[in-house]
Structure formats: structure tokens, C-alpha cells
């Protein structure tokens, strides 16, 4: 069976897939937790990837799907660098692959952890080795040039969305990353290039013949989700926004659902409403990579109201909703570890509890 890992790291993100044939996909490390605070209930992050890495010190892919702290907090303490001597030897972790948009690249003005780690994308793109950047290609033919590169050397390191990514493949891994965003539109103006956007991608895993569906959506907002489901719609290519798991998105904001928080459920524009209803499958499973659930109104996410929808989509498709930081239970929370197999997608049990919400199965059936 395959492995996908997410970890209780508060309002932040890190998610650790284990293929069966021992390959490994880290998506994003954000290591939160308060070591002089005792009562801070977060993992211990470094720790824990250690544990599941044994004496392997390097990850096929480690992808940071944005350069946000509570995405790549503490990467340039843990993580071997290419770009410079400080940043290597010890037992620090090899990076084999490194999955980034291309505002990793191109942003300027950034600091702290994600200037190093826009240095560490640079370096890679520039040598032309141990990277992917996602974009529309002719978007970083400008940095290409104005480092005497010939931007057609470094086409093979991009991957535009509407792509699978080549680093894995069903038939040698039985898991394969579709690639939704960075993405780019055409229109009567000509091509409008959206390099902001946070990567969001599907993976569909493999196993007896059964497919399960993933996707990891990162911080995106409900107007680039909004897009994705448009563009991805337009090109008849529904079944890349089918899902058994959802991490929904930034830690669930009603931002990545609609405009309006809604008063007691938030009411998300259409094409989410399609994402969500249509496209989950039967038993599928939402995690929220967040707080607890607050029972009141809050500023900042999670806010109840996106979670009482999510909660609902559970319900119907008779699966589950779940909260990192509250799963097993809110005094003793554990990294979430789904199993993948020949059934479908499991969640394992951990000691002290049960998860947030699990319904009885619904009557609807669900495609293979």
C-alpha cells in the first residue's frame, strides 16, 4: 500500500506521501512547533520525518508549493543546499528533486527562510539539474537570458499545468502528479500568465487496479480554484478534479471557498460547489491542515463557517472530515497517516480518539 502522511503542525502545512515501492514526496515542511512551550501540542516536525526517513537521508521530491513560513519554516536548517557550503553536510536531508512554482524564482523582496530557499531554487534552475518549476515555460525566458542561458536548455525543467509531472509515473511508481496550477489563460488580449498561484496538483494512486484520488491545494484562493475548475472543465479533463482525499485549502478560510464568510455555513461560488459535491467521491476524506475548530467567529482561519460546509460534503459523500490538530483528539493530537490500497483509502487508526467527523456511508456511488 502507499502512504499519505499529514502532519499536526497547527495552521501550516506538511504532508509526507511513502509510495509502496519506497519512493518519497514531501509537500511542503513547516516545523511550527514551540520547543521551549510544553504545552504546545504541535509535533516536533524534524522528528517526525526522521522517523519515517529510517537511515534514508534523501526524498525524491520535496516540493514547496509557495514560499510562505507556515510552508517551509525551519527547510534551511534540516534540508542539504546546493547553493551554499553552510547549508550542507552533517545529517542534514538531501533533496534528489525540488518542486516549485515560479514565483520561487522570480518573486523579489523576499526574506529569512524564503529568500534561501528562492537562492536554493535558483541555483538548481540556473545548473540545470535537481529541480522542477511550474509555469507557463516562456515565463522564465527573461531569467534565462538574463543569465546568458538559452531558455530552450531548461525547457525540460518546467512543467506547464494540464501536465503529468515525469518524475513519477504509474507503471514504475502507481502514483502520478497532475499538475493544475501555476496556470496560464488564453483570451482576445492574449495569454495572461497567473505565476502568483500556489501549486495544486492531483495524485492518483494505483493498486490492484483501484484508483484513489488525492489532492493538495496549498493556500490557493476560491478565484484561482475557481479558474482551475474553468480551465480544467474547458479542456474535458474532469476526471484530473476527482478526489477520494481533499486537503482543502488554506487551512480552511472561507476565502478559499467564496467572498462572503456566510453567517453559519459558507456558501461557495459554483465551480467549488462542483469541486466539492460533485467531483468527491463516495467515502471521501477532507482534512483540514489547521487549528482546532473555534466555536466562535475568528479573523484568521480555520473559520467555522467554511468548516461546517466541509463537514456537510462529508456527510453526504459518507466520509469524513478531519483536522490535524484534532485528530485523535484535541489534548493528544498525532500525525494523520492514511493507508492506500487495493479498497481505497483508509484512514489508520491512532491511539486516544477518533477523528472530527466520520459519517455512515451514503447511498451514492462513486466511479473507479
Known amino acids: 500500500m502507499h502512504i499519505v502522511r499529514f502532519f499536526n503542525i497547527g495552521n501550516a502545512d506538511s504532508c509526507l506521501i511513502e509510495l509502496e515501492n519506497g519512493r518519497l514526496a514531501l509537500f511542503d515542511f513547516a516545523d511550527m512547533r514551540n520547543k521551549d512551550d510544553a504545552s504546545d501540542k504541535r509535533c516536533d516536525l524534524e522528528k517526525e520525518l ?30 542539504h ?13 538531501k533533496i534528489k528533486t525540488m518542486w516549485v ?32 518549476v511550474f509555469s507557463r515555460p516562456d515565463a522564465l525566458d527573461q531569467f534565462l537570458r538574463d543569465r546568458d542561458i538559452e531558455p530552450s536548455k531548461r525547457r525540460n525543467l518546467i512543467s506547464d499545468a494540464g501536465t503529468l509531472c515525469p518524475e513519477f509515473n504509474l507503471a514504475s511508481d502507481s502514483v502520478e502528479f497532475f499538475a493544475h496550477s501555476p496556470f496560464a489563460e488564453h483570451t ?3 495569454v495572461i500568465v497567473r505565476n502568483a498561484s500556489a501549486l495544486f496538483v492531483q495524485a492518483t494512486f494505483e493498486v490492484q487496479g483501484r484508483a ?5 491545494s496549498a493556500d490557493v484562493d476560491h478565484e484561482t480554484i475557481d479558474g482551475i475548475v474553468r480551465v480544467t472543465r474547458y479542456h474535458k479533463n474532469d476526471t484530473r478534479l476527482e478526489w477520494d482525499i481533499n486537503n482543502v485549502p488554506h487551512h480552511s478560510s472561507y476565502t478559499s471557498l467564496a467572498e462572503e464568510k ?64 484534532e485528530h485523535p483528539s484535541k489534548t493528544s493530537p498525532k500525525p494523520l497517516v492514511i493507508e492506500i490500497g487495493g479498497t481505497g483509502a483508509k484512514v489508520r487508526k491512532a491511539a486516544g480518539g477518533t477523528p472530527a467527523v466520520i459519517a455512515a456511508p451514503a447511498p451514492r456511488a462513486g466511479s473507479l
Open 50 to 79: 526522521r522517523e519515517c526517513l529510517g537511515d534514508d537521508k534523501e526524498i525524491d521530491v520535496v516540493a514547496f508549493t509557495h514560499l510562505d513560513t507556515d510552508h517551509c519554516n525551519r527547510a534551511k536548517d534540516v534540508f
Open 81 to 93: 543546499l546546493e547553493h551554499a557550503a553552510k547549508y550542507q553536510g552533517g545529517d542534514r536531508i
Open 101 to 132: 512554482p515560479a514565483t520561487a524564482i522570480l518573486e523579489e523582496g523576499v526574506e529569512g527562510q524564503a529568500r534561501t530557499l528562492r537562492a536554493e531554487a535558483r541555483h538548481r534552475f540556473i545548473e540545470g539539474k535537481g529541480i522542477r
Open 188 to 190: 482576445d488580449n492574449g
Open 212 to 216: 484513489t484520488k488525492l489532492i493538495l
Open 262 to 325: 456566510g453567517a453559519e455555513e459558507t456558501d461557495p461560488v459554483d465551480r467549488l460547489r462542483w469541486l466539492y459535491e460533485t467531483q468527491g467521491r463516495t467515502a471521501g476524506i477532507l482534512v483540514s491542515t489547521s487549528d482546532p475548530i473555534p466555536s466562535e467567529d475568528t479573523t484568521q482561519p480555520p473559520h467555522r463557517q467554511a468548516v461546517n460546509y466541509y463537514k456537510r460534503v462529508a456527510r453526504d459523500l459518507g466520509g469524513q472530515f478531519i483536522v490535524t490538530m
